[in-house]
Each structure stands twice: as structure tokens, then as C-alpha cells.
């Protein structure tokens, strides 16, 4: 081989012959190499997985006790109560209850005062006597 291709190829003589449609060397212990890194993988990757979820577990307990602190339910609780109270059968009923009226909605008993009467409450003196003397 000529200096200027080794030159070109950085200096890479070792491996000219692979480049160049040479056969490889066959590594006998390739196979178990192989199974090796293989099995380092799947350690690798078990060890990654367990070290989330016990990640995840402990950020799972922070949580709950938050929510126990403040009162507050899992989305998942609140759905299954509110799924709860929708199953629940109203009794004799087939429409939801009525809301109760509050005092001194809807009674008309109670209107003494004309309208009239009330504006003038809240006006100032002056002009409470303007509407007294037409």
C-alpha cells in the first residue's frame, strides 16, 4: 500500500483489509461477549426500573400526606363518590329535591313598605324632604 492512501485513511492500516473486502477475524469468544452485555443490559435496565418505582412511591406517600393534611381527596375517590351518589336510588322520588326557599323569598305577606318607602330610607335629607313636601 502506498503511503498517500494510508495517509488518507489516517493511518489506519489495522483495519485496510476490512475496508478493502478483507474478511473479518472472528473473535471466538464473541458469543459469550455478547450474552454478557446482554445480560448487563437487562441488569442495567431492572435496576433503573426499580430505582424509579421506589422513586415514585416515596414522591406517592409525600402526596398522600399532603392530601390528608388539606382534606383532599384522589381525583379517583371523588369520581367514585360522585358515581356513588348517582347510583344512589332517590326515594319516591323520580326528579332531584327541591332546594329549600330562604325566609322572606316569595313572601309577599310580608311587603308592608312600598317600594317607595325603602328608596326613601336610603336617600339623603335633603332630598327626602323634597319628596315629602309634593
Known sequence: MDFVMKQALGGATKDMGKMLGGEEEKDPD???????????????????????????????????????KYGIKKKEEREAEAQA?????????LTRPKKAVPAGCGDEEEEDESIMDTVMKYLPGPLQDMFNKK
Open 30 to 68: 464473541a458469543e459469550k461477549k455478547e450474552e454478557e452485555r446482554q445480560e448487563a443490559l437487562r441488569q442495567q435496565e431492572e435496576e433503573r426500573k426499580a430505582k424509579y418505582a421506589k422513586m415514585e412511591a416515596e414522591r406517592e406517600s409525600m402526596r398522600q400526606g399532603i392530601r390528608d
Open 85 to 93: 351518589a348517582m347510583e344512589q336510588p332517590a326515594e319516591g322520588s
